[in-house]
Every structure is written in C-alpha cells, then in structure tokens.
Nanobody, 114 residues
Framework: VQLQASGGGLVQAGGSLRLSCAASESILSFNTLGWYRQAPGKQREWVATITNSVTTNYVDSVKGRFTISRDVAKRTVSLQMNSLKSEDTASYYC?????????WGQGTQVTVSS
C-alpha cells in the first residue's frame, strides 16, 4: 500500500491550501484515513480523520478552518485548509488504518508566513 501526499507550499497567513493524498488501492479498504502534522522540534500530532462511514473529526485547533474529504473513485483523501495561521506550519502526513496496520505517506511541507 502506498500513500502519496501532495499540495503543500508557502502561503500567507489567512490564505488557503488543499492537500491531497492518493492511495495505490481502494480507500474503502481502510477503516479510517487521516492527516497528521509535525512542526520542527515537536511531536507529530493528529489533525483530522474520516472514517469509512464518512464521519469526520478534527483537532480543536483546526475546527471550522480545515475540512477533510474523500473521493472514492479517485482514491484520494484531501484536506482543505482555510484561514491558515503561522502555527499551522508543519510537515503534513496522510495516514490510513486497516485493522492493526497503519500506513503513512511521505510528508508535504506547509509553510504559513505571517
């Protein structure tokens, strides 16, 4: 299983970015898909998840600003990030859980300039 993240970049505070994670096989094979992030010198933290029943959850710091979604036909999970803040600067990683197995994509860097 491969997960390929893309869409990171440099954006000014208040701007928007859309991250995408493409899976090498059907995303319906995963129990949950999600995004995590890791800022320099900090631990990786959970950002958002979407379940197979399309239930979404978000860390409090991004609620109302970020939206996770999926496209089954395209085998992608996306993270729309609006009203970006400098504290959102991090490498963002997509993750897929299948039973006890956890799959990670490579990180995509998001840098928000203030």
């Amino acid at each position: 299983v491969q997960l390929q993240a893309s869409g990171g970049g440099l954006v000014q505070a208040g701007g928007s970015l859309r991250l995408s994670c493409a899976a090498s096989e059907s995303i319906l094979s995963f129990n949950t898909l999600g995004w995590y992030r890791q800022a320099p010198g900090k631990q990786r933290e959970w950002v958002a998840t979407i379940t197979n029943s399309v239930t979404t959850n978000y860390v409090d710091s991004v609620k109302g600003r970020f939206t996770i979604s999926r496209d089954v036909a395209k085998r992608t999970v996306s993270l729309q990030m609006n009203s970006l803040k400098s504290e959102d600067t991090a490498s963002y990683y997509c993750n897929g859980l299948r039973g006890r197995a956890s799959y990670w994509g490579q990180g995509t860097q998001v840098t928000v300039s203030s």
